[in-house]
C-alpha cells in the first residue's frame, strides 16, 4: 500500500507534479530492464537537459550523473542493480523550485533477489517542470550494499 502526504502550498504542487512523473517513468524503466528493454523517452521527458543527480559514496551507483546522457548512464547502472522498486509512503515539502521529498522505498536487487526497504531524502530542484538537480541521501547505504553484494 503506497500513502503520499502533501505539504505542498499549490505553487509547488507544480514541482510535485513533476517528480510524481519522474518517479513513474523511473520505476517502469527500471522494472523493464532499462536499456534495450525500455524507452528513455519517458524519463527524459522529466529531465532538464543541464539535469545533475548526485549519488552518495559507497552505493553500487555512486557518482554524478549530469545531463541527459549522464542520467541514460546512471539509470542503466541503476536498472542492472535493481529488478524493482516500490514506493511505500512518500512525504513531501517545497516551494516553486525546490522540493524535498520522504521516500520509504523497497528495492529487491537483481544480483541477490534480496529486499530492502529503505528511507531516501531527496533535495529536488525543478526549472520550467523539469528536474534540474537532486541530492539523494540514503538512510542506510549499507543496507543497499548488502543487499546488492555479489554483484
Request: glycine share 8%; aromatic share 10%.
Amino acid at each position: 500500500m503506497s500513502t503520499t502526504t502533501d505539504h505542498l502550498d499549490a505553487p509547488a504542487a507544480d514541482a510535485w507534479t513533476v517528480m510524481q512523473k519522474f518517479y513513474a517513468a523511473e520505476a517502469a524503466y527500471v522494472a523493464a530492464g532499462g536499456p534495450g528493454k525500455a524507452s528513455y523517452d519517458q524519463v527524459a521527458a522529466h529531465l532538464d537537459p543541464e539535469v545533475t543527480l548526485h549519488q552518495a559514496p559507497g552505493l553500487p551507483f555512486t557518482g554524478t550523473w549530469r545531463g541527459h546522457a549522464g542520467m541514460e548512464r546512471f539509470l542503466a547502472r541503476f536498472s542492472e542493480t535493481w529488478e524493482s522498486m516500490e514506493f511505500l509512503e512518500q512525504e513531501h515539502w517545497g516551494d516553486e523550485h525546490t522540493v524535498v521529498v520522504r521516500n520509504r522505498v523497497r528495492f529487491r536487487a537483481r544480483a541477490t533477489g534480496r529486499d530492502v526497504d529503505t528511507l531516501i531524502v531527496q533535495l529536488i530542484t525543478v526549472r520550467d517542470g523539469r528536474m534540474l538537480e537532486c541530492r539523494p541521501f540514503y538512510w542506510d547505504p549499507a543496507a543497499i550494499a548488502a543487499a546488492c553484494e555479489g554483484q
